[in-house]
């Protein structure tokens, strides 16, 4: 059986412009998280990780 995904969620939730700014994913991604495949989270993992990393070189800027 495949390793199931875990959430990145860091229980640091803080939406901004509907983006978690402690995990990356969008409300609508965080409603949906227990409902989605496998292959549907390894995704929203990494459009999140995408996310966090624009919000980071936002912030520094």
């Not at 969620?9 to 700014?21: D, I, M, P």
Request: some cysteine; overall charge positive.
């Amino acid at each position: 059986m495949a390793k199931e995904i875990e959430s990145p969620c860091v229980s640091s939730c803080k939406l901004k412009h509907e983006v978690c700014t402690g995990c990356g994913r969008s409300k609508e991604e965080i409603k949906g998280w227990r409902n989605m495949k496998r292959s549907e989270k390894k995704a929203t993992v990494e459009r999140a990780a995408a996310r966090l990393k624009k919000i980071k070189k936002k912030g520094k800027g």
